[in-house]
């Protein structure tokens, strides 16, 4: 059953399977008139991170795509994680449930992860007023699972605005966010090529996007000489080796209402479990335990396009510095910004409303840092 007030608009594009069409115009639409973005962030990540709450950080990114999605009734409109904050496209209808759900997971952020959220609502009509544009494609990352890719400038634009206290949501949490299929349970993983290497490049102006679309496919193509293309999780998908912190964070994402020991308890009960099928290589139902951390790596997203590239790979020392080299060369021809983080493993936070269904969804980030430190050096840049 839809939720009331459900548009079709994103799950009516078509769907496009090689990485390489998303610096292709032709795959995006523009949203409908009178949607709106939900926009969110954590405040002073650099510094979190810096102090080893990077899981804590990934969570609360997360943790406003699952809020704002289930306080609508639907995972069927496009979002976009950013690491340390995120992005829900909704229609006009949803913006009154979208802006509580916003209220209500920056005070369950400040409570459970002692994080501070900055949350904003910016319409997509003000994004046009500008002369700008949110655009949307839809890439499938497998069979199972697709991710929306965000063009136009108009997604920047809102970050901005949401950064310099625009579009500000000012209102009373009313109970806690719903939270449901929000996890944090695997321990990071490290580098198999050498390093993980997180990437934030943005094109400098519009006029330049026929130099930064030849940017993007360049990077791509040198990332493709790598085993699965730098895929930083691996094929068969990550090592059964669980994150206290982790599960910690998921326990937090629990209702009050069922303390803190069951939620332990249950979530214990099901790491244990999932650890003997998978190595005694049994099926429980429906479940089959070796698909599902298979599925894990292929529904990851370590490839978006957020007005943007934005990709955290496993690479060796030779491909990253042919990288460096081409981002460098683009900026100083005034091609695009960039920023590039280095650390020797990533993280996986993941959405799975039932793990008995195989459109389960992965965010990927680098774990000591990733988007939120690249993010950084892009910010200096334009500072300076």
């Not at 009313?174 to 299929?181: I, K, N, Q, R, V």
């Not at 030779?318 to 100083?332: D, K």
Request: charged residues 20%; neutral net charge; contains cysteine.
């Amino acid at each position: 059953m839809r939720a009331k007030g459900h548009d079709p608009f994103y799950q009516s594009l078509p769907v496009f399977t090689q990485f390489e069409g998303v610096a292709d115009t032709r795959n995006y639409m523009p949203l409908p008139g009178g949607w709106v973005l939900a926009v969110a962030d954590v405040i002073g990540s650099t510094k979190a991170i810096a102090a080893g709450h990077y899981k804590a950080v990934n969570m609360a990114g997360a943790a406003v795509i699952s809020a704002v999605l289930n306080a609508v009734g639907t995972q069927d409109y496009p979002f976009i994680f950013g690491g340390d904050g995120a992005m829900v496209a909704l229609p006009a209808a949803h913006a009154n449930n979208a802006a509580q759900a916003l209220s209500d997971v920056r005070k369950w952020t400040a409570g459970e992860l002692g994080l501070e959220l900055r949350i904003a609502l910016v319409p997509v009509d003000d994004v046009r007023a500008q002369g700008l544009e949110v655009s949307i494609a839809r890439f499938a990352a497998s069979p199972h699972a697709s991710y929306a890719m965000f063009n136009g400038g108009g997604a920047s634009w809102a970050e901005q605005q949401m950064k310099a206290g625009r579009y500000a949501i000012d209102r009373k949490s009313l109970s806690p966010p719903d939270l449901t299929g929000l996890s944090c349970r695997w321990s990071p993983i490290l580098a198999q090529n050498g390093e993980i290497v997180s990437i934030i490049a943005k094109p400098t102006s519009p006029d330049n996007m026929q130099a930064f679309r030849r940017l993007v496919s360049e990077i791509i193509s040198i990332t493709a000489e790598q085993n699965r293309a730098g895929h930083p999780v691996p094929e068969q998908g990550p090592r059964l080796a669980f994150s206290r912190e982790g599960i910690a964070a998921e326990v937090a994402a629990t209702p009050a209402s069922a303390g803190r020991v069951i939620p332990w308890l249950s979530i214990g009960l099901q790491v244990f479990l999932t650890y003997v099928l998978h190595r005694l290589n049994i099926t429980l139902g429906r479940f089959d335990p070796r698909s599902y951390t298979r599925d894990v790596a292929a529904n990851s997203d370590f490839r978006k396009f957020d007005d943007g590239l934005k990709m955290t790979v496993d690479v060796d020392e030779a491909h990253r510095l042919r990288i460096e080299a081409l981002l460098l060369q683009a900026e100083a021809a005034g091609v695009c910004h960039y920023g590039l983080h280095r650390q020797d493993s990533a993280l996986v936070t993941c959405l799975v409303l039932s793990p008995m269904t195989r459109d389960h969804m992965h965010f990927i980030d680098g774990a000591h840092g990733g988007y939120a430190l690249a993010a950084s050096q892009l910010s200096h840049k334009h500072s300076s």
